[in-house]
């Protein structure tokens, strides 16, 4: 499988400065061909709303270069977050990684 | 009303103190208090430090402290804050926030309105010691002892 997927597991506290770190990997690695993100929450413990910012702003980062991004496995206090901001309305989110696989490989490839 | 748990600490305008703020959070009581609500005010007080750093604390040294207070009491979860950031009307700000529609596509602007969603109370008052108090009151349904036993 080439870059068309790629998978991205951040790890720890997902608070504004650890999310644009790992914003700038994902924007690089739109400018090659990857079509489909998938971030895995598998190993974050917490995010704050600065977090959720940067995502937000990656969303429309991955939007405007004709990708697609996904969630999955979010812990309980990261879908409260979403909740509270309405923000699972605005993002695809799968309970786990083999939900997606399913999913979207299967629909896409 | 029996006080259960109480935590009382200091922590510098930085933002790298989060995972101090979080940890501080886990030593209070889980077995009473339903886990939504345990989380949403562990996430209200996490917002209300980054707050703090970000906004108050602005245009002062990182060394400044921000004191956090943490009360539980039967049913009751009360966290403060105290800084020493200009005055704020947070009331007025909430009011104005009322008669907006959320924008979804920003990037920051969550905060507060995350605060005022949780929060039972929020205030923020300025004290004589020209600081500021943020307060969150949360309530809950308390979980019986001897069924968070059985539970846990």
Not at chain 1, 12 to 22: M, N, P, Q, R, V
Not at chain 2, 122 to 133: A, G, H, M
């Amino acid at each position: 499988m080439n870059d068309f997927v790629k998978i991205f597991q951040p790890s720890g506290i997902l608070d504004g400065t650890k999310a644009k770190e790992f914003q700038q990997e994902i924007s690089a690695s739109l400018e090659k061909d990857t079509k489909i993100i998938l971030v895995d929450f598998q190993d974050v413990t917490f995010m704050d709303s600065s977090g959720l910012g940067s995502l937000v702003l990656l969303l429309k980062t991955v939007r405007a270069a004709g990708a697609k991004i996904f969630l999955c496995s979010l812990n309980d206090q990261i879908k409260i977050l979403f909740e509270l901001t309405s923000m699972d309305r605005i993002f695809t989110i799968f309970p786990t990684r083999s939900d997606f696989e399913e999913d979207i490989v299967q629909q896409e490839l | 009303m029996k006080i259960k748990s109480s935590l009382n600490f200091k922590v510098k305008s930085n933002l790298n103190a989060l995972d101090l703020v979080i940890d501080s959070f886990s030593q209070i009581d889980k077995i009473t208090i339903p886990k939504k609500d345990w989380l949403q005010c562990q996430l209200a007080l996490v917002e209300a430090f980054t707050n703090a750093v970000r906004h108050a604390h602005k245009d002062l040294s990182q060394e400044t402290e921000i004191e956090i207070k943490i009360t539980l009491v039967e049913g009751c979860l009360e966290i403060y804050i105290w800084d020493y950031g200009p005055p704020f009307d947070l009331q007025a700000y909430l009011k104005n926030l009322s008669h907006q529609k959320p924008n979804n596509w920003a990037e920051g602007g969550r905060g507060i309105p995350i605060l005022h969603k949780i929060a039972d109370r929020l205030d923020y008052i300025r004290d004589e010691n020209n600081r500021n108090c943020l307060s969150i009151i949360k309530y809950f349904s308390p979980i019986q002892e001897n069924l968070a036993d059985e539970r846990n």
